[in-house]
């Protein structure tokens, strides 16, 4: 066995000397990786889960390999697993391959039983650590396995790759609630008429705003936001974080509510809420549940997205867009961007479940079963620890981390007023200022 | 629901699975567990009771740690195979 993984690392050395010095560097065993077989095939189960098929391992990589337009001029593998999908690009095709390699350990115990070097040894390969990748390149296949236990420096392509698989299956069940948000506008329609245009908000105010979400670290952060409030800072906060924010005695100046579910949204923004509010002005979306408009007593204004979903109604009433990307959190910080705020506080932005929680307390929507949550994942928080998220939270927080890009430091500072949440790139610690 | 609908299904969420579309997967997986229980009866008759029922357990067990190619291959080979 120590030949075979000494001619493939030799093999490695001399034709890609970078990726074997990071083998080397490599702090071994942090992903568990074990043997498994059954009659006359084998497989490995890293950190429990089983890499690839026990049964036909020729069949599953002809599905993925399958998969591949045959007129690709490049293509990329993200995960190295054992290699069979590799081996059949290399037999089969003459396009480019880029093969990215996201666990070490899992590699270098394929190594160990398999002589890759008739495969290594084909010109169209190119084999990379993914740890300085960072745009999806396509056409592409996976092996899901290897992609979702990536080692720590492969994290942020990992989530690149599970977005790109997700999105997708994101975009369908948003067609799929297509007709809810036909029916919202519809019901909203009066309002969008008559309410004032979201960009009368724009380029008033120059000073420092809190925008606040209902993930767990808001539990923390009350008092920060009531003496922010109180020396003059905006408050914008979404939906779901008003109940909590109300029973501290803190009323938000901006409620932004994007959710067309009208169970939901009952249960977040009631009536008997709405009206214990004194001054707070509403934002709201076409597709936003029409009773919370109804219902409210000050002013609203409206947004679009660039969402079609928009495209006959803007031809008859024009309203400015906020940027949204599945969260109401982007809108309230695209909000907080285009009034003119200099420094923006995030307060429970999470985008995970700090203590294994899914929201601050006092909302009744709660989930708090991440820790048995099929798709769960792991992500780093702001004191490097592993926290759980699930999948629509990384594409969320990806999302907001685009558009934070957009804004250079000086122009715009971002501040995270929590560590507890995931880190957020882009955004500094307010602990810090 | 006929046997060969049911195995297709199985089918397609074990490809999804292999293909690393695990929301796909698991949004499917939901329904096809309910309507095998439903078509119990038929498809004791097939795979064996206590058989199904000890892999439907592996199964949901399974899913809770995202095993997904280990439930790829229960659906392609143990239960439709």
Same mark, same amino acid.
């Given at each position: 066995m120590g030949d075979i993984l000494n001619d493939n690392l030799n093999y490695i050395k001399n034709r890609w000397p970078g990726l074997f010095s990071k083998l080397e560097r490599h702090k071994r065993n942090v992903t568990k990786v074990d043997y498994i077989e059954r009659e006359n095939q084998f497989t490995l189960r890293v950190n429990g889960k089983q890499l690839t098929s026990l049964y036909d391992r020729d069949k599953e990589a002809r599905l993925q390999v399958g998969s #591949?337009? =045959? $007129? !690709? =001029?490049e293509i990329a593998i993200y995960g190295f697993a054992l290699g069979d999908a590799l081996a059949q690009c290399v037999s089969k095709s003459t396009y480019k391959i880029r093969q990215y390699i996201f666990s070490i350990d899992t590699f270098l115990y394929a190594l160990k039983i398999i002589n890759y070097i008739p495969i290594f040894s084909d010109e169209k390969l190119e084999l990379i650590y993914a740890d300085q990748a960072h745009v999806i390149s396509t056409p592409f296949i996976v092996s899901p396995v290897c992609v979702s236990e990536a080692d720590s420096d492969c994290i942020n392509f990992r989530d690149e790759v599970q977005v790109a698989l997700a999105t997708p299956f994101i975009r369908k069940k948003f067609a799929e609630s297509s007709e809810m948000h036909l029916e919202q506008i519809s019901l909203n329609y009066k309002h969008i008429e008559m309410d004032a245009d979201? &960009? =009368? #908000?724009? *380029?008033t105010y120059d000073g420092n705003t809190v925008v606040v979400g209902a993930g767990p670290s808001l539990d923390s952060l009350y008092s920060k936001i009531k003496s922010y409030q109180e020396n003059g800072s905006i408050v914008v906060a979404a939906d779901s974080a008003v109940k909590p924010l109300m029973k501290q005695g803190i009323e938000p100046d901006y409620i932004i509510t994007l959710d067309a579910n009208k169970s939901i949204i009952n249960r977040l923004l009631d009536i008997e809420l709405i009206n214990q509010l004194t001054k707070a002005k509403l934002i709201y979306f076409?597709? &936003? *549940? =029409?009773q919370v408009a109804s219902n409210w007593n000050f002013r609203r204004y409206c947004a679009y997205t660039d969402f079609s979903i928009y495209d006959e109604l803007r031809k008859k009433i024009m309203h400015s867009n906020l940027f949204v990307s599945g969260s109401v959190i982007h809108p309230a910080i695209d909000l907080a961007v285009k009034l003119g705020s200099k420094q923006i506080m995030l307060a429970g932005c999470d985008f995970s479940f700090p $203590?294994?929680? *899914?929201? !601050?307390?006092?909302?009744?929507?709660?989930? $708090?079963?991440v820790v048995s949550h099929p798709s769960r994942r792991e992500i780093i928080n702001g004191r490097s620890e592993y926290v759980y998220t699930l999948p629509n939270f990384i594409v969320y927080l990806r999302d907001l981390e685009r558009y934070i890009k957009l804004y250079k430091p000086g122009h715009v500072n971002f501040y995270n007023m929590s560590r507890d949440g995931a880190v957020i790139a882009g955004v500094s610690y307010s602990d810090g200022i | 629901m006929a046997y060969d609908e049911l195995a297709k299904r199985g089918h397609l969420i074990a490809n999804h699975f292999r293909l690393g579309f695990e929301a796909d997967g698991n949004d499917a997986l939901a329904s096809l567990i309910d309507e095998m229980l439903d078509e119990l009866q038929m498809l004791s008759k097939k795979v064996g009771g206590i058989y199904l029922n000890r892999i439907l357990g592996n199964i949901i067990e399974a899913q809770q740690k995202a095993d997904y190619i280990y439930i790829a291959d229960i659906i392609e080979y143990e239960i439709f195979g």
């Open positions: #591949l337009p =045959e $007129n !690709a =001029e979201i &960009s =009368e #908000l724009y *380029s076409p597709v &936003s *549940s =029409e $203590n294994n929680k *899914s929201h !601050a307390d006092g909302i009744i929507v709660q989930n $708090n079963n | -």
